[in-house]
């Protein structure tokens, strides 16, 4: 019994001790101590400032064009014929005038016997009447042996065998021009570039016994680029620009071309003008047909003011750049001009050597406060 008291006096001295030494703490603690440290206010960040110039941005128009023969003929049969021979196919290189197929046609034969049979006969028939009439005129010098009336008829009746022995020589050479056509020639220098007969098969003119051309004949030396320029750009090109332009077949190789005609109108379904430019292609590398991506330099005539992309804000409101006065933030609406390498064409009330935020949005207001500038170059 003597234990357990001694235990639970011995627990509650030290308790006390403990109670003790925490007040006698708290009491030697000195008052107005307490950490009342605030954090400092933060500087404003530096606001980069320019100031305006006017110059010259020169970009350019990325669009895509066609490569088309600068020629180009399908070739069909003026007469309904068979073919007789062909002397040229596909890839063939042919020059001006030379001989690409032969064709017969009985028929045109038997009427060009006929014709000059006709020919002949109305020869003969003028040959008379005009010795006829020569005879007459001779006798009619001595007085009283031939009347004007036999004169006149005689005179008459030669002259219309004269007509139709004219008319005879026109119908011969009618079929034998017709006859010729059967020789097909082409029509300038050029590579076949399609092949649509067979030796023995029957052709006429299209929709009169050809469905499809004998030939189709294309000049690859020299092609035409055509491309589509937008409305806004046309007064960037005239007859004389040169573009560059490459094709997905040669990637790694540039060609030039210059602008040899324009359309002068704008087309109503894509509001832009058809621009062709010739191409020389000697060595046959570009070929009909192919697409290119060509590259339009669009040098600015006049100089405008020119701002950094990020001094330019188009926000909900209006579009509008930042002029810093007596450290006032000024909107001043513009209209944008075209882009390039970060920089952008600006149209407003706008005087050089205006101060500009170099970096502008919508969140500093018109009319507040603009610290901590720094003028920039």
């Given at each position: 019994?003597?234990?357990?008291?001694?235990?639970?006096?011995?627990?509650?001295?030290?308790?006390?001790?403990?109670?003790?030494?925490?007040?006698?703490?708290?009491?030697?603690?000195?008052?107005?101590?307490?950490?009342?440290?605030?954090a400092a206010p933060e500087e404003s960040p530096v606001k980069e400032t320019f100031l305006l110039q006017k110059g010259k941005l020169s970009s350019s128009?990325?669009?895509?064009?066609?490569?088309?023969?600068?020629?180009?003929?399908?070739?069909?049969?003026?007469?309904?014929?068979?073919?007789?021979?062909?002397?040229?196919?596909?890839?063939?290189?042919?020059?001006?005038?030379?001989?690409?197929?032969?064709?017969?046609?009985?028929?045109?034969?038997?009427?060009?016997?006929?014709?000059?049979?006709?020919?002949?006969?109305?020869?003969?028939?003028?040959?008379?009447?005009?010795?006829?009439?020569?005879?007459?005129?001779?006798?009619?010098?001595?007085?009283?042996?031939?009347?004007?009336?036999?004169?006149?008829?005689?005179?008459?009746?030669?002259?219309?065998?004269?007509?139709?022995?004219?008319?005879?020589?026109?119908?011969?050479?009618?079929?034998?021009?017709?006859?010729?056509?059967?020789?097909?020639?082409?029509?300038?220098?050029?590579?076949?570039?399609?092949?649509?007969?067979?030796?023995?098969?029957?052709?006429?003119?299209?929709?009169?016994?050809?469905?499809?051309?004998?030939?189709?004949?294309?000049?690859?030396?020299?092609?035409?680029?055509?491309?589509?320029?937008?409305?806004?750009?046309?007064?960037?090109?005239?007859?004389?620009?040169?573009?560059?332009?490459?094709?997905?077949?040669?990637?790694?190789?540039?060609?030039?071309?210059?602008?040899?005609?324009?359309?002068?109108?704008?087309?109503?379904?894509?509001?832009?003008?058809?621009?062709?430019?010739?191409?020389?292609?000697?060595?046959?590398?570009?070929?009909?047909?192919?697409?290119?991506?060509?590259?339009?330099?669009?040098?600015?005539?006049?100089?405008?003011?020119?701002?950094?992309?990020?001094?330019?804000?188009?926000?909900?409101?209006?579009?509008?750049?930042?002029?810093?006065?007596?450290?006032?933030?000024?909107?001043?609406?513009?209209?944008?001009?075209?882009?390039?390498?970060?920089?952008?064409?600006?149209?407003?009330?706008?005087?050089?050597?205006?101060?500009?935020?170099?970096?502008?949005?919508?969140?500093?207001?018109?009319?507040?406060?603009?610290?901590?500038?720094?003028?920039?170059?």
């Amino acid at each position: 019994m003597n234990k357990i008291i001694d235990k639970l006096f011995t627990g509650a001295v030290i308790s006390c001790a403990f109670f003790i030494a925490g007040f006698l703490n708290s009491c030697t603690s000195a008052p107005g101590k307490e950490d009342n440290t605030q954090a400092a206010p933060e500087e404003s960040p530096v606001k980069e400032t320019f100031l305006l110039q006017k110059g010259k941005l020169s970009s350019s128009l990325q669009v895509p064009g066609e490569l088309i023969a600068y020629q180009q003929v399908d070739i069909y049969a003026k007469e309904n014929s068979f073919v007789k021979k062909l002397y040229v196919d596909v890839g063939s290189q042919v020059a001006t005038g030379q001989l690409l197929a032969e064709m017969e046609a009985p028929e045109l034969n038997s009427q060009l016997q006929g014709a000059q049979s006709r020919l002949r006969s109305q020869e003969a028939v003028y040959i008379a009447s005009k010795a006829n009439y020569d005879r007459l005129y001779e006798t009619s010098q001595t007085p009283g042996t031939i009347s004007q009336n036999d004169l006149d008829q005689a005179l008459a009746k030669k002259n219309s065998d004269y007509a139709q022995l004219e008319a005879a020589k026109d119908a011969y050479n009618e079929i034998s021009e017709t006859k010729d056509y059967l020789e097909i020639k082409a029509p300038f220098s050029g590579i076949i570039t399609s092949r649509g007969v067979n030796t023995g098969a029957y052709v006429g003119p299209s929709g009169k016994g050809s469905e499809f051309p004998m030939f189709t004949l294309q000049q690859q030396n020299k092609l035409r680029l055509v491309i589509s320029v937008p409305e806004a750009f046309t007064s960037f090109l005239t007859g004389n620009s040169n573009v560059t332009f490459t094709v997905r077949a040669l990637p790694n190789e540039k060609f030039t071309a210059r602008v040899s005609r324009l359309a002068g109108a704008i087309d109503d379904r894509l509001r832009s003008e058809r621009v062709e430019m010739d191409v020389y292609n000697d060595n046959k590398k570009l070929l009909p047909g192919m697409v290119a991506e060509v590259n339009i330099p669009t040098p600015s005539k006049d100089s405008t003011f020119i701002v950094p992309k990020t001094a330019f804000v188009n926000s909900t409101e209006k579009m509008f750049v930042i002029r810093v006065t007596n450290n006032k933030a000024e909107w001043v609406e513009v209209k944008p001009g075209r882009e390039s390498n970060g920089k952008i064409e600006v149209y407003g009330s706008l005087n050089p050597g205006d101060t500009l935020l170099k970096t502008a949005t919508d969140e500093i207001r018109n009319g507040s406060e603009v610290k901590n500038t720094k003028l920039t170059e």
